[in-house]
Each structure stands twice: as structure tokens, then as C-alpha cells.
């Protein structure tokens, strides 16, 4: 029994796990500054400041109320994105052409 418990004593002290960060999300409305088609990410200018938001084969965009497409984001065109921020970047769920 002595010798478990000075046995103990030398065992590897282990963390418990890290808690693992849960998605936030976030809506952005701004002007669209900039769009890289290769990358599927645009560039807002919103209040905060410029955010780069990445697009994804999932995100709904919408036209004034119609379907629309990654090509019909171009600078100028003023938005509503709806999304979760993974890994530290902005993610699209919906972008709303206004």
C-alpha cells in the first residue's frame, strides 16, 4: 500500500482538457469593398471597420429577394451577412443583397 501511494507520487500530473470554444455569430451590414473570387472572400466596410468574411458553396445569397450568386457581390453593393466565426474567421451563412 506504501509503495502505491510513493508510486502515485511519480505519475505524470495531467490537465484536464481545454474547454474548446463554441462558434459565435455575428451580422455585419456594410458597403462591399473588395472580393476575391479565387479565395470566395469579400471585404465589408461595416462600423467596426473592414472585415474580410469568407463565402462559402453553402451560403445563401439573395437579391433583393431573388436567388443570387457570388458574382452579383461587387464593390459597392450594400449588405447584410449573417454568420459564425470558426477557427477566428468570419463565415457566411446568408448575405443579403440590399
Do not use: C, W
Request: proline share 5%; net charge neutral; glycine share 10%.
Amino acid at each position: 500500500m506504501v509503495a502505491a501511494l510513493l508510486f502515485a507520487g511519480f505519475l505524470p500530473r495531467t490537465s484536464p482538457p481545454a474547454a474548446v470554444a463554441a462558434d459565435v455569430n455575428f451580422t455585419v451590414t456594410g458597403t462591399v469593398q473588395g472580393v476575391a473570387y479565387d479565395q470566395n472572400v469579400i471585404e465589408v466596410a461595416a462600423q467596426g471597420g473592414k472585415q474580410s468574411i469568407h463565402v462559402t458553396p453553402t451560403t445563401s445569397i439573395a437579391k433583393h429577394g431573388e436567388v443570387g450568386s457570388i458574382s452579383d457581390l461587387r464593390p459597392g453593393v450594400h449588405v447584410v451577412v449573417s454568420g459564425v466565426v470558426t477557427n477566428g474567421q468570419r463565415v457566411a451563412v446568408s448575405i443579403e443583397i440590399k
